[in-house]
């Protein structure tokens, strides 16, 4: 779900070397969307640096989809305004409420209220009880809102969505057909941890994709990665509530909530790694497993076919466990 502070969850393993005899060439470009790091390494057809156009195109996102950003599309249908919808915008939502339904609301955009309010979202902290929680729960599940004549309708004008969870992996998506686009048939995008590839790096060798070890200082040792996911043309997504918590009154807070109970998850699985053929879904379905936890988890992506799952979960004595679905470890690198 939404997050104040994104990060990168999936460790890049990114081989650096020399291209010759080739007019073409790999390039790196990194910046700033969404409130996270992006990098994008794609070998240019005629060597050019292609950033000032991707960061044009990652700006007409940010208008869509960007709750910090109170003139962006989202924000317009928050509070109210009448606004035309982007097809990117209808295509998101659609693909949001689609798994919606699959994962029995454990994925549900409406959920921002209540991200805001436990201080993951561009809002304060407020001081949570079960009143307010109570309260918020009223206006809170993707059954309430539709689409409806390219409008946004809400059950209650009340509701807010926030698509955090599932545009950032879209934005991948995105940034990839417009890469494939320019004519770059070799490139990895990465926003904030969500990963779409195509081809091979600059050694020519297969992408490879490290699933970051879910310790809470994992984030400043390099190459701490539990394992390295070898990516040919596949989008890959991580979740995890271990780098982004809080603690008060000697509980910890996770940034993950349950839209059904309107708490943050106290689940076993520590990190949630989903691949699939496109990061939209990937992203998505890695936020809704970190809800569902490991049965349930294990449970709805059986019925999933066009996705595998890794899970890092913690066993009844603390230790580290692994499940992966069937036909994931053909992606690892041994």
Request: proline share 3%; aromatic share 12%.
């Amino acid at each position: 779900m939404s997050t104040r502070i994104f990060f990168i969850t999936g460790l890049l393993i990114l081989a650096l070397g020399a291209c010759q005899h080739s007019p073409s060439k790999y390039v790196y470009n990194e910046g700033f969307v969404y409130g996270t790091i992006y990098h994008f390494v794609y070998e240019s057809p005629q060597g050019k640096d292609l950033q000032e156009e991707i960061q044009k195109k990652l700006s007409e996102y940010n208008s869509m989809f960007s709750t910090y950003d109170n003139a962006s599309v989202i924000s317009k249908i928050n509070n109210n305004e009448n606004v035309k919808l982007t097809p990117e915008f209808v295509n998101c939502f659609e693909k949001a409420i689609e798994i919606s339904k699959i994962t029995g609301g454990a994925f549900d955009i409406t959920a921002g209220p209540l991200i805001n309010a436990w201080g993951f979202g561009p809002d304060d902290k407020e001081k949570m009880t079960q009143e307010k929680v109570d309260s918020l729960l009223t206006f809170t599940g993707y059954q309430k809102i539709k689409l409806e004549n390219k409008k946004v309708i809400k059950e209650n004008p009340q509701m807010k969505i926030d698509m955090s969870a599932i545009a950032k992996g879209y934005t991948c998506d995105l940034i990839g057909n417009f890469l494939a686009a320019k004519g770059c048939k070799n490139y990895m995008i990465d926003i904030g941890g969500e990963i779409v590839t195509k081809g091979i790096n600059e050694k020519g060798k297969t992408w490879g994709i490290g699933i970051s070890r879910p310790e809470e200082d994992a984030f400043f040792a390099a190459n701490d990665y539990d394992a390295v996911v070898e990516l040919p043309e596949n989008a890959m997504a991580t979740s995890g509530n271990y780098r982004n918590f809080y603690i008060e009154d000697g509980k910890k807070y996770a940034h993950t909530i349950d839209p059904k109970t309107g708490y943050p998850v106290q689940h076993s699985i520590l990190s949630s790694t989903v691949l699939a053929d496109n990061c939209m879904t990937a992203d998505a379905y890695a936020t809704a497993f970190m809800v569902l936890g490991l049965e349930k988890g294990i449970e709805i992506a059986g019925k999933v076919p066009e996705i595998s799952v890794y899970f890092i979960y913690a066993d009844e004595n603390g230790e580290n466990q692994i499940y992966m679905s069937d036909g994931f470890e053909q992606f690892l690198r041994k």
